[in-house]
C-alpha cells in the first residue's frame, strides 16, 4: 500500500466516524424531543392535544335540550336560564323525587380506539348524602365506561365495587370544570378538575367488556324522597 492510499483510508476511516457520531447524536436528539413532546403532550387534557378533534359541543345557548335524549321520570330537565358557566343559559336537572330517573344522553359517532375526552362545567345545589350528580361516557349498551360523580361532598370515581375520592371537595352552588381523558387501549382514563390532574388511571368500568364509547350522559340522583336535588351543566364537550 503507498503512503497516500494509507492516508486516504485512515482519512476515510475518520469521515465514516465522524458521520457515524453525528448519525448517533441526530438519533438521540430525535429521541429526546419525540420524549419531551411526548410528556408534554401527555399533560395536556386530550381534547387539547392536537391530534384531537372537537365530536360534540353544547353550551345550550340554542335554549333547547334538542340534543339530547332525556328521561325526566324522576324529575324534569329544563334549559335554565338564569344560570350558566360561562355563560347562561345551561341544563338543569332537577332529582325530586327517589324513583324514576333524572338523565340526559347524547349518543356521537362510537369512539373505538385511541384518546376521548369528555369535560363540562357542573354545579349542584346541595352537597347532603345520598344525593349525587354523575357525569360520564357510556357505550353502546349504555353501560358507563368512566364512572365519575359527585357525591357525599367528594368528588369520587367507582371501581372494584367502591367509591374512591380523588382529593377534590365540592361546595353547593359553585361550578366546576370537570375532564375525563380516556385512553381506550389502556382501558383507564384520567381525571381532572379546574384543569388540575387530581386522579391519573383510574380503570374503566367494562362491565360489559366492551371498551368502545359513542354517547356522553348526564344523571342527577337521590335516594331521598323528601329532598331532592339538583345539578346544572354547561360547556358539554367530547372529543376524540
Ligand atoms: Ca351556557
Known sequence: MSETNARDT????GSRRVLRFLLVVAVVAVVV?????SSWSYMLPAH?????????????????????????????ITVDT?????????LNLSKQQRLGATQAFHKFREVTSGNVSAEANLKVNTTSSWKWCY????????????YFGLVDGQMQYYAAGAWHTIG????????????LDVNLGAGIYDIYVNGVLK???APLSGQDGHHAVNAVGLQAGTTNDL?????????VLVSA
Open 48 to 76: 387539547q392535544r392536537p391530534s384531537l378533534g372537537r365530536i360534540f359541543f353544547d353550551d345550550f345557548s340554542d335554549g333547547s335540550t334538542g340534543n339530547w335524549t332525556l328521561t325526566t321520570s324522576g324529575g324534569p
Open 135 to 146: 357525569f360520564n361516557l357510556l357505550n353502546r349498551n349504555g353501560s358507563v365506561e368512566t
Open 199 to 201: 386522579k391519573l388511571g
Open 10 to 13: 485512515s482519512g476515510s476511516r
Open 33 to 37: 424531543i419525540l420524549a419531551l413532546w
Open 168 to 179: 377534590a371537595s365540592y361546595a353547593a352552588d359553585t361550578w366546576y370544570s370537570i375532564g
Open 227 to 235: 329532598y331532592g336535588m339538583t345539578m346544572w351543566a354547561d360547556d
Open 82 to 90: 338564569s344560570t350558566g358557566q360561562v355563560s347562561a343559559p345551561s
